[in-house]
Nanobody, 118 residues
Framework: QVQLVESGGGLVQPGGSLRLSCAASGFSFDIYYMSWYRQAPGKERELVARISTVGGSTAYADSVKGRFTISRDNGKNTVYLQMNSLAPEDTAVYYC???????????WGQGTQVTVSA
């Protein structure tokens, strides 16, 4: 049974930091591309960051470049999103995504809420 379980969300003040984690099970984590997406109220889900299978390649949305860092630990089947200098516009539900190398399998976590507010 495939599972992606996000954790680490919460309420943080502007300028603060959070670290999201996504624990994966039920598939070959080390060969899957892993990503973080987010969806704010009334907006479409958007890609935040993506990391390649061995972590050698990363990509970020322009809005988070220089503030967010995606990483993975294949030994722990976990992907992380370190979020620094958070701003109110970062408020959203953050989702973990796993995509197979051929793109034929795509898994989602249940999401974790991040709220940035004073």
């Amino acid at each position: 049974q495939v599972q992606l379980v996000e954790s680490g969300g919460g309420l943080v003040q502007p300028g603060g930091s959070l670290r999201l984690s996504c624990a994966a099970s039920g598939f070959s984590f080390d060969i899957y591309y892993m990503s973080w997406y987010r969806q704010a109220p009334g907006k479409e889900r958007e890609l935040v960051a993506r990391i390649s299978t061995v972590g050698g390649s990363t990509a970020y949305a322009d809005s988070v470049k220089g503030r967010f860092t995606i990483s993975r630990d294949n030994g722990k089947n976990t992907v992380y999103l370190q979020m620094n200098s958070l701003a109110p516009e970062d408020t959203a539900v953050y989702y973990c995504n796993a995509r197979s190398p051929a793109g034929t399998r795509n898994f989602w976590g249940q999401g974790t809420q991040v709220t940035v507010s004073a």
